[in-house]
């Protein structure tokens, strides 16, 4: 093991030979910062270490970057060197990081952690590997596929790759909830987003064009179309259990947080679900508050219970077809 860790060590002392010429540490701080890396060396090779052994080495870096960054603004370190060491500083944890996932494939949370600090420190092509590799090994964790299809969305912005990982997920666990109601949410935010664009732009003819022939792309098809998958792969389920069908209620609401959501889409929406569950009160409910939007952030209109009831009639008539 001695051997293991001096190898280690040689490794490292590129990066600090290059503090040490930048002016960033003392000689005192070297060798101290020398044996920290021996005894952190020495605790993880141990056959008993602990993924807390890993993550103190992780948190020792963190700690070493906040320490630096306060040096660089006291000394007016140069921005090339400032680049260079945080560069490195970041490679040293993704090495941590994954030498503890190869020790501790089994865990998850660990995993997230990796995946997090890749997405927090900027690194997009480590973070799609971590997540492919945790994917692979974990495919039935949907809090994995949804953290990796929302980095794909929010953080990376590649929409195309998002939504194929969403449907690999709703493939290798097509009875979960969580993910049908999630990725209906991004095809919600994404139509949001460009509708929001085309509106910034003065583009709106092709939607009333578009109206005109079913529900396109840019009346909410997409959506609908997510929508009816999550009836069909839970549809023997909700008959008997009415906390699914308050469960279904919930896409109602993101179409209403969302502001430039068309008011043809919700009303498609509600009418699916009405249709669904002619008799459920939750639904006919949440159809009959379709109409008080609240998600551009205005304020909720108070509708008496005479207008709620004349709402919910007109929905079961929808439902049977009258």
Request: proline letters at 2%.
């Amino acid at each position: 093991m001695a051997d293991l860790v001096e190898k280690r060590l040689e490794s490292l002392l590129p990066d600090l030979r290059l503090l040490m010429r930048a002016k960033l540490i003392s000689v005192e701080e070297l060798q101290s910062l020398v044996k920290k890396y021996r005894d952190m060396e020495q605790r993880i090779l141990r056959q008993d270490a602990t993924r807390r052994d890993y993550l103190r080495c992780v948190r020792h870096e963190l700690n070493c970057e906040l320490l630096l960054k306060t040096r660089f603004k006291r000394i007016g370190t140069k921005q090339k060197i400032r680049t260079k060491v945080k560069a490195l500083s970041n490679r040293r944890i993704i090495h941590t990081y994954n030498r503890a996932v190869k020790r501790f494939k089994g865990d998850t949370e660990l995993w997230m952690q990796y995946a997090r600090h890749c997405v927090k420190s900027g690194s997009s092509r480590a973070a799609g590997k971590v997540f492919a590799r945790a994917l692979a090994l974990h495919p039935m964790n949907e809090d994995l596929w949804l953290a990796a299809w929302s980095w794909e969305f929010e953080g990376n912005t590649n929409t195309k790759t998002a939504r194929r990982l969403a449907q690999r997920s709703l493939r290798a666990i097509p009875k979960s909830r969580k993910l049908w109601l999630e990725y209906f949410r991004l095809e919600m935010v994404y139509l949001s987003k460009l509708s929001a664009r085309r509106k910034a732009l003065g583009i709106e003819a092709s939607e009333n064009r578009e109206a005109t022939s079913g529900v396109g792309f840019w009346q909410g098809g997409v959506a609908i179309t997510v929508l009816t998958g999550a009836l069909g792969a839970l549809g023997d389920d909700v008959e008997s259990c009415h906390e699914t069908k308050n469960y279904f209620c919930q896409y109602i609401d993101v179409c209403k947080q969302l502001p430039f959501v068309p008011t043809t889409l919700i009303e498609n929406v509600a009418e699916t679900l009405v249709r669904r569950f002619p008799k459920d009160p939750s639904v006919l409910e949440a159809s009959a508050l379709r109409y008080l939007v609240d998600g551009g952030g205005g304020t909720k209109a108070s509708v008496s219970a005479i207008e709620l009831s004349n709402l919910a009639s007109s929905d079961t008539k929808i439902a049977s077809g009258h």
